[in-house]
């Protein structure tokens, strides 16, 4: 090529003095500048704005990379002196640098949620399938690895061409956590904070690793459950408002007196729908004390009261098999301590012996202990001469020589005592103390 053709070549060029990127969109992760059939001069500039990173490439390979700021893209540049290389000095050949800008914002409002149920083993209702859905955020944190690991030549690169994989991801880890939490369905709801920030927390080491990107927010919207659970939550909530059934039944049946009285028609329509013979019997329950003096007491059941559906377990002991309650299970327990008691109930594997069963370990009271037996330590002087001895050793010695003077100290005391006025010492010695007056002076102290 001559140096007219290398001139015009030059003149059709397009020289960019300025290389920025204004994203005006929510869902863009990374732009490539156009840079085909054109040139960059030394003297460009290169702006870079907040929450965007810059990446040069140099014929395909990571060049540099810039942070927020304003550059002036001159040849003494360290870091670019051989980007701009072939701009200076050989301009007949094309130019095979790319310049890549990439947003490093957070990504918001990314909805996640599982596909199919999964298995959670709940220790009340037993294994039950859940659903979950939330949102999360992201943001790109090592531009350079992002471009490596997922964009590869890509010039513009969006959200939804990464959210798929983080979702997978996500989901898989989210069913591990619940799981490894331990926690029961009908408390769920009370950890949606913690649930999300734990999973936050194990998934963005990870994320930016293999990616380059981390997890700035994750949220539990909703945690479902089947159908058939939602039915017997409702069920149980119910009996729980209603309380007692009975008087529950006589204020619906007085409520159907006085719509029957308001509206005469009804009466033939309730006898025939059989509400009047219900009627008829709680109006002489109700008034029949009144009228006729006392109402006789209904007749008793024919079998035992159902059992209560509350915290009831299956108990094995020395007693033999029953139903319990907590409270029951507790009492045999601290009645027979020695004996042998397994519980079992729907969630656990087998049975257990009750003192590996947290439930009902933290409600049997300890076992009354004997106090330790006193082995008090003393400071003894004698006509043996002095040592530290416990109170057997001082005995020993004051019965052996009754007639010498014995002299103990402790912490606490004011001096030396002679062995037969200390109680706990006077009492295991046999005779009397030495009667006043005879007591010679305590002996110098010493340690």
Do not use: C
Request: glycine fraction near 10%.
């Amino acid at each position: 090529m001559g140096i007219f053709d290398r001139i015009t070549g030059q003149a059709r060029a397009q020289f960019l003095d300025v290389l920025e990127w204004v994203d005006d969109t929510r869902d863009t992760i990374l732009w490539r500048h156009p840079i085909h059939d054109r040139a960059i001069t030394d003297q460009s500039k290169l702006v870079v704005r907040e929450g965007q990173a810059a990446v040069f490439l140099d014929g395909g390979a990571y060049s540099a990379s810039f942070a927020p700021g304003t550059y002036t893209l001159d040849t003494p540049n360290a870091p670019i002196r051989t980007f701009f290389a072939s701009i200076q000095y050989a301009l007949e050949t094309p130019y095979k640098g790319d310049v890549l800008f990439v947003n490093t914002r957070q990504f918001t409002e990314n909805r996640w949620g599982t596909q199919a149920p999964f298995m959670m083993r709940d220790a009340e209702f037993g294994p039950v399938r859940v659903r979950a859905f939330g949102t999360f955020s992201f943001r790109v944190v090592d531009p350079v690895h992002f471009v490596r690991e997922i964009v590869g030549s890509d010039g513009e690169f969006t959200t939804d061409e990464i959210v798929g994989q983080l979702k997978k991801r996500l989901v898989a880890s989210f069913a591990s956590e619940v799981a490894a939490a331990g926690i029961g369905v009908l408390d769920l709801a009370a950890h949606y904070v913690s649930l999300g920030d734990t999973l936050r927390d194990a998934l963005s080491p990870a994320f930016a690793k293999e990616y380059g990107v981390e997890i700035t927010d994750l949220t539990l919207a909703n945690i479902g459950l089947p159908e058939a659970v939602e039915q017997a939550l409702d069920t149980r909530s119910r009996m729980g408002i209603l309380g007692d059934l009975g008087q529950y039944s006589r204020l619906q049946a007085a409520e159907a007196i006085g719509t029957a009285a308001a509206n005469p028609g009804m009466g033939g329509a309730m006898a025939g729908a059989g509400v009047g013979l219900g009627v008829g019997q709680v109006m002489g329950q109700a008034f029949g004390q009144g009228m006729t003096g006392p109402a006789s007491p209904p007749a008793p059941p024919a079998g035992p009261p159902p059992l209560p559906t509350g915290d009831v377990w299956h108990y094995s002991g020395p007693d033999g098999k029953a139903e319990l309650s907590a409270d029951a299970i507790v009492q045999r327990i601290t009645a027979n301590r020695h004996g042998t008691h397994h519980v079992w109930r729907a969630g656990m594997d087998g049975w257990l012996p009750w003192d590996q069963v947290p439930a009902l370990a933290s409600k049997v009271p300890p076992a009354q202990q004997p106090p330790p037996i006193p082995t008090s330590q003393w400071h003894y002087s004698g006509p043996d001469g002095q040592a530290q001895l416990d109170s057997d050793g001082v005995v020993a010695k004051v019965q052996a020589a009754p007639d010498a003077d014995h002299h103990v100290w402790a912490p606490g005391y004011d001096g030396w005592k002679p062995a037969r006025q200390v109680p706990e010492l006077a009492a295991r010695l046999a005779g009397p103390p030495p009667p006043p007056g005879n007591t010679p002076p305590p002996p110098p102290s010493s340690t």
